[in-house]
T-cell receptor, first 113, second 114 residues
Framework: KQEVTQIPAALSVPEGENLVLNCSFTDSAIYNLQWFRQDPGKGLTSLLLIQSSQREQTSGRLNASLDKSSGRSTLYIAASQPGDSATYLCAVIFAGANSKLTFGKGITLSVRP | GAGVSQTPSNKVTEKGKYVELRCDPISGHTALYWYRQSLGQGPEFLIYFQGTGAADDSGLPNDRFFAVRPEGSVSTLKIQRTERGDSAVYLC????????????FGPGTRLTVL
């Protein structure tokens, strides 16, 4: 079964800390991987998209890496701020999956002032 | 330009009733997706449209669920004989093309079945 796993489910850090959010997936044959942010009661905001041929993508303080062979991706957040507090979801389009995203359960991040 | 919009934002209905949820994708996006998110879970795929046709409806849980996109733009998700277990946030997304493109999500419709 093709699955995406995010551990831990929750994380609390002090403001200013650099942090890494992990994502693992069961099948290395993927089209792409997306990281999303979700604020309470809101929809999903796309943060970064990594194609299967790419190793990483960067946007501002965010950097996402992809290692298909090990089935892992990491989202690196530099100099975390209280405004970064949200749930971060990793999602994969597996090859042959007709464009449907398979999501992890997310990591709820709290950045303490 | 405008993002993906969904109406209503909240829908409360009674068990056994029929509901329709609407999605307006980003203009020009050919692919449209429906997902369902239960509390504490990631979204789960329901159905995806390429143009007017349903390219993959393998995520629809049963035949009470149906979706249409008659003109290749707006889509409606229809749920018959609603059950309490249908309560969730229904999310719509669109992308310019398929597979390799970013999916942009709407704010969702929170459905509560009493």
């Amino acid at each position: 079964k093709q699955e995406v796993t995010q551990i831990p489910a929750a994380l609390s850090v002090p403001e200013g800390e650099n942090l890494v959010l992990n994502c693992s997936f069961t099948d290395s044959a993927i089209y792409n991987l997306q990281w999303f942010r979700q604020d309470p009661g809101k929809g999903l905001t796309s943060l970064l998209l990594i194609q299967s041929s790419q190793r990483e993508q960067t946007s501002g303080r965010l950097n996402a890496s992809l290692d298909k062979s090990s089935g892992r991706s990491t989202l690196y957040i530099a100099a975390s701020q209280p405004g970064d507090s949200a749930t971060y979801l990793c999602a994969v389009i597996f090859a042959g999956a007709n464009s449907k995203l398979t999501f992890g359960k997310g990591i709820t991040l709290s950045v303490r002032p | 330009g405008a993002g993906v919009s969904q109406t209503p934002s909240n829908k409360v209905t009674e068990k056994g009733k029929y509901v329709e949820l609407r999605c307006d994708p980003i203009s020009g996006h050919t692919a449209l997706y429906w997902y369902r998110q239960s509390l504490g879970q990631g979204p789960e795929f329901l159905i995806y449209f390429q143009g007017t046709g349903a390219a993959d409806d393998s995520g629809l849980p049963n035949d009470r669920f149906f979706a249409v996109r008659p003109e290749g733009s707006v889509s409606t998700l229809k749920i018959q004989r609603t059950e309490r277990g249908d309560s969730a946030v229904y999310l719509c997304a669109s992308s310019l093309r398929v597979s390799t493109d970013t999916q942009y999500f709407g704010p969702g419709t929170r459905l509560t079945v009493l």
